[in-house]
Every structure is written in structure tokens, then in C-alpha cells.
């Protein structure tokens, strides 16, 4: 039974997951970590809880979500698993970021796993699905657990919307192919945790966030 913990991070409120099972392993998702505050809250809840960070998942690779990846491999030298359509958005994260007035660590480009459509990634004795969901990026990718009844959508679907897709690499029409063939396929009993807003579920978001309506 894997167990969720959320952290709301950086001025855009981005959500990383920490996932983990009664092994302990955990794995750690989307760590938008801007300070040194922010920093200690993880690696607080990570020493309190016994746990052992086995893997570093990126949905994406826009800034406000990998900000702190270059902390966390650090700190627990571990490898960034990310699609590679998105890892030259790690490469230019520093130099993006100061467009926007944030100045960021390089985050390693060394270390890299690169997920594809069908991967399985594993920790302490649990196991996610890869689906690639390119739309809002081009390398996007969901992790969804079946057993667990949950999937992790990064900026591709939230509560009662869906991610933008007017940032280089969007595109909206491989965004909604990725959420009607992919997202709304898994079990609709599943919980969302998405990359910024309030969690939800499938089953809700079918019934009411209008950009899933089927005409
Ligand atoms: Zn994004």
C-alpha cells in the first residue's frame, strides 16, 4: 500500500509527492523545492519517517517543478528519472528561470533514467505505471498505481481544468488525445494528485470539469 505525502512548494504552489510503503523506499516526485525552508520541510518529514529515497520522478520539466531536483539528488544521490523529450528543459532551466526573476541550482543532467509510455518504476515493493501524456509538454508523463487506485498527473489534468498549452512544447490537441485515450482510461475510481491545486478523482473530474466533456 503505498502512502501519499504532499508538500506545497515555491511561489506557484507546485505539489510534490513523496511516495512511499511499509519498506520505507520511497521515491520522490516533482520536488519544486525554491529554499532552504523549503529544503528542511522534505528532508524533515523524510528523516522522521525512517525513509530512504530510492528514485527522483519528474512529470515535466518546467522549472517550478524541478527546481529542487539538484538539492534532492544531492542530498540523497540518487537518479532523476524523467521522458527525454523534456530533458532539454533541465539543461535550460537556469537560464529560463531568470526570465522570470528566479535564480535556480543546475539540475543534474548526469544521472538520467529516461522513462517511455509503459515503463514500470519500482520502489521497496511497489510499483507505478508510466504513461507518457504529451500535450501540456512534450515529454509529460503520468505515474499511475492500479492496486493503489491513484495516478499522478503532473500539469496535465487538475481539479476542474487541464494544463496550459501556450508554453513552447504545448500543444493542445496532443494534451486532450493524452487525457481521453490515457488519464480518463485508468480506473475512474482513482484519486488524481495533480502538479498544483487540490486533489480529486477521475470519476469526478469526467462528470464535471468541462474541458472533458464528449461533445
Ligand atoms: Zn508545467
Redesign the pocket.
Known sequence: MIQVKTFYLNELRECCYVLYDSTKECVIVDPGLQNANEQQRLVRFIEENSLKPVKLLCT?G?F??IMGNAFVAAKWGIPTYIHKEDIGQLERAPQYCQMFGFSIEQPPVDNIVELNDGDKVTFGESELKVLHTPG??RGGVCFYSAPDKFIVTG?SLFQGSI?RTDLPGGDYDALMESLLTKVCKVDVDSKVYP?HGPETTIAHELNTNPFLRYE
Open positions: 515535466h518546467h517550478d517543478h501540456h509538454t500539469d494544463g502538479g
